[in-house]
Structures are given as C-alpha cells and as structure tokens.
C-alpha cells in the first residue's frame, strides 16, 4: 500500500513538474514572438535601451532620461571595474553598454529572443565594446551559470516577465556571490482588488506587451526576504517615468487606427496592434493600481 501511494505521489509531482515546463515554454515562446515583432518600433521611435527612462528637472530628451536610469542603477550597485555584472533580461543592450562605457565593468547580457541577441552582438562590435559586453540566449529563470558567478545583477523592466517572480529571485541569488548587489527597475501592482473597469485596462496592458501578471510591490518585497535578500531598499519612481508614459500613450492613440487596418489586413502581426492597445493602457493604470518603482538588495 505504501508503495501504491509513493508510485501515485511521484506520478503527480512529474505531472505538475511537466505541466510547469510546457507553460513556461508557452510563456517564453509568446515573448519572443512579442519582442522579434515589435523590437523595429522600439529601435525607430524609442531607444536602444527597452525601458521608461527616469526624466528629472532639466532632462531635455528620452535619451537622457533612459540614460538617468542607467545611471541610477549604476550608482545603486556601487560598480566597479572588477566587477561582473549580470543584465537579466537585457533586450538589445543599451544598458549594458552605457555600464561598460562609463564604468568599465564586465557585463554577461542574456536574453530569450535571438533577434534580439544579434542586435546587441552587433552594436557591441560597432561600439567597440565586445572585450566588455557578451551576450548569450538564455532564460533568466533557469540559467546555465555556476553558483556565485556575478557580483551584481540587475534587471530593467525584464522580472515582470517572469511568469512566478520567486523563480527569478531564487536564480539571481544561487548566481550571485556572497555580498552581491541586485537592482529590479520595474512596475508593481499596489491594489490587488481591482474593480471590473481597471481589471479591462490591466489585462489589455499586459496583453499588449505580453506580460503574464505583474507583482505587488508587497509581494515582491516579501519574495526577496523568503529567498534570503537583505538590506532591502525600495525607491518609488512612478512621478520619474510619467512623461515617457504620456509619451507612449500618445504613440498608441495616433497609431492605433493604422495598426488596426494593417492587422486585419494581415500585413503586420497581430502583437505589433495589441503593442499598440497596450501603449494606451499602461498610462490608465499608475497611480490608480500601479507604481513604478526599484527594489535594491543584498545577498
């Protein structure tokens, strides 16, 4: 009996253990599809660095605010030039190449999409910065590095991919070495009982871009003590972002009708019109359920 109930038990654990592998790979093979279809309008209309950008008094341009937000989490992880550093989730490169420029560190980009890997491979030749910058396929949630690889790590609006958030952060802290750094630029959720009119904006947010479910800022800070960080600081950066979150909905209310007509005409991906839907959205939802926001820890 005893035997029946191990057998039954193991057959179970190996269901669930396979059921979690096929929907992580459905997860990572929709966001590589997202990224290769839409990475053009990035490169054309955004920067080369994949994220909001912080804008203080004074910035004049979108470059200058994504490049304030290097240079934030560059300052937060303390870099120097013996470091290594790891860009979890690092798109085309942009940080990782302003960290190596100004900071001489050593920096390991990884990423699902090998489009976009080809890209960031080939600025950093055009750079000049392929002696400090290498960039490899690979899930951030299950990586091939040993233990105590990296002394800092850090992932700009990349962990909300992350289909369970205590993955990622068990995977950084296994790579990263005794004292390490860790920096997480991203948005969190900070109501969860949303009312049926932010649940419609929410979910056609994370559609556009693809994103599973976000994180609470709650829960997030929770999982980062459960997996042994300390030293936690958070810094809220939603008032930072917010022109460059007009910015974006304005692209998507102006686009919206062309990407529309171009979808249904199939002459461009469905995912670049729903990227499109997922420009308005993000707006609608700071301040009102979510905020923008870095977590720094220690190991």
Known sequence: MHKKVDAARFINKNNQMNYCMNMTNRVNKKIVQYHDDTQILYNIFWSKALHYGFWYEGTKNLSDAVENTNRFVSELLDLQENDYVLDAGCGVGGSSFFMARYFGVKIKGITLSSKQ???????????????????????????????DTFTKIFSIESACYALNKLDFLREAYRILKEDGKIVIVDGFLIKKNLSEKEKKIYEKWLLGWKVDNLSSKDDFLEDLRKVGFKNIRFYN???????????????????????????????????????????????????????????????
């Open 237 to 299: 950066k939603t008032s930072e972002v917010m022109p460059s979150s007009r910015r974006m909905a304005t692209y998507g209310y102006l686009s919206f009708p062309l990407t529309f007509i171009l979808s249904r005409l199939k002459l461009i991906s469905k995912n670049v019109h729903e990227h499109t839907i997922g420009c308005i959205n993000q707006k609608k939802t700071f301040y009102k359920f979510t905020i923008y926001g870095v977590f720094y820890a220690q190991k």
């Open 117 to 147: 890997i080809k890209q960031a491979r080939k600025d950093a030749e055009r750079l000049h910065l392929g002696a400090k910058v290498s960039f490899e396929k690979m899930d951030f949630n299950n990586t091939k590095f040993k233990d």
